[in-house]
């Protein structure tokens, strides 16, 4: 019986590897597309077709395959399709790459002497209906101590916590312990004014706007909690949800004074409801200092092993402050992580406003 030679492989192999092959190259050309289709219709409709809404929430994730794709293709020397394939690796640097390089931090100086710069460290943080560690979440606090700590989803038993075991630190606290529309303001400086405003019933959930007097000079801090996605409806209804919220909140901002708005904007910094943001003169401290991705929810301790897939917890600022830098904070139960960001406002001069001591 003749035996089989090993230096010749048996023509089912050769078959297998062709069709194997033809299948991988197959998946790569239909990745390919639709990364191709998603950019072509992101930059012709303006990103408001549901599929491409769909799509901006995770960019990253839609365009990171195709860095080490396009590696495996150019070691392959399948030319054409690395260059198409490397579309994706330009638009993720585009998108992306200025996250990775070394943040400077602004350095305007000081108007004057007699009104010096003023620095300050906030803190946006959504607790999911008291599934946060408070006695871990207590601990950072007191360890980083920003000054303007915003909360979304706040529980009764972390209200209570808070309350009773930050009055030293935080002296001026206003909780709304509702669950998930639930909503919270930790303050260093005094509240001088303060209130919660409901939107129409289809938005659902409520956000909060206060004036607090930080050296006597009036600061504006905004608390949002934008509908998520995946409710009250299909996808469309959800982008037309959120940036009716994200709307209402741009028309109560004045960026003539010194402005702070943070919280759970349940979107990302690749969506129509992102660039409404910016267009309203705002700016996104993490994208602005913060380095890599600044990923904040699903929180691994929430889901497992779920990754990190969405930044959607953002601090913003008007122009009369410069932001140091911005940082995400670590895992305390909750399905979101926290932010925080230090900035230096620019106090040129008080700006007297009707009910309002600046003595």
Same mark, same amino acid.
């Not at 009716?244 to 004074?257: K, P, V």
């Given at each position: ?24 190259? &197959?998946a790569?050309?239909?990745?390919? &597309?639709?990364?191709v ?6 930059? %012709?409709?303006?990103?408001?077709? =549901? ?14 395959? &195709? ?11 399948? =030319? ?32 004057? !002497?007699?009104?010096?710069?003023? !620095?300050? /460290? ?17 601990a950072?606090? /007191?360890? !980083? ?14 209200? %209570? ?23 919270g ?13 409901? *939107? ?11 004036t ?15 509908? *998520? ?17 994200i ?12 402005t ?6 349940? %979107?990302?910094? !690749? ?18 200092r ?27 600022? %008007? ?6 830098? &911005? ?10 992580? *926290? ?5 230096r406002w620019?106090?040129? /001069? ?10």
């Amino acid at each position: 019986m003749q035996g089989t030679d090993d230096r010749h492989p048996a023509p089912t192999d050769k078959r297998a590897t062709l069709t194997a092959e033809r299948l991988g190259l &197959a998946a790569c050309d239909l990745y390919v &597309a639709g990364v191709v289709a998603y950019l072509t219709l992101r930059y %012709t409709t303006g990103g408001r077709l =549901w599929p491409v809404a769909a799509g901006s929430i995770l960019t990253p994730w839609l365009l990171i395959p &195709a860095i080490p794709l396009t590696a495996a293709l150019l070691i392959a020397r399948r =030319w054409w399709r690395a260059v198409f394939s490397a579309t994706g690796v330009l638009a993720f640097l585009v998108l992306f790459g200025a996250l990775f390089l070394p943040s400077v931090p602004g350095n305007r100086a000081c108007a004057a !002497q007699e009104t010096p710069c003023r !620095q300050l /460290r906030i803190m946006t943080y959504n607790l999911l209906n008291d599934s946060v560690d408070t006695a871990g979440l207590i601990a950072y606090l /007191r360890e !980083q101590q920003p000054d303007i700590v915003m909360l979304q989803e706040v529980g009764p038993r972390a209200a %209570t916590d808070l309350a009773s075991e930050l009055s030293d630190l935080y002296p001026y606290q206003v909780h709304y312990p509702e669950g998930i529309p639930g909503i919270g303001l930790l303050s260093r400086h005094p509240i001088h004014e303060e209130q919660v405003f409901y *939107p129409p019933e289809y938005l659902s959930l409520p956000y909060e706007t206060a004036t607090i007097l930080v050296d006597g000079m009036p600061l504006e801090v905004f608390n949002a909690h934008p509908p *998520p996605p995946g409710t009250g409806g299909p996808l469309n209804l959800y982008v037309a949800r959120n940036s009716e919220a994200i709307r209402l909140l741009t028309r109560q901002i004045d960026t003539d004074s010194p402005t702070i708005l943070a919280g759970d904007f349940n %979107t990302s910094d !690749q969506t129509v409801e992102y660039r409404m943001l910016e267009r309203a003169g705002l700016q996104d401290a993490f994208r602005q200092r913060g380095t890599g991705l600044g990923l904040t929810w699903p929180a691994p301790a929430w889901v497992l092993p779920a990754p990190l897939l969405v930044r959607m917890d953002m601090i913003w600022v %008007t122009d009369h402050f410069d932001i140091l830098t &911005a940082w995400v904070g670590p895992d305390f139960g909750a399905d979101h992580l *926290p932010v925080l960001a230090d900035l230096r406002w620019q106090r040129i /001069r008080p700006v007297p406003r009707p009910g309002i001591d600046i003595r």
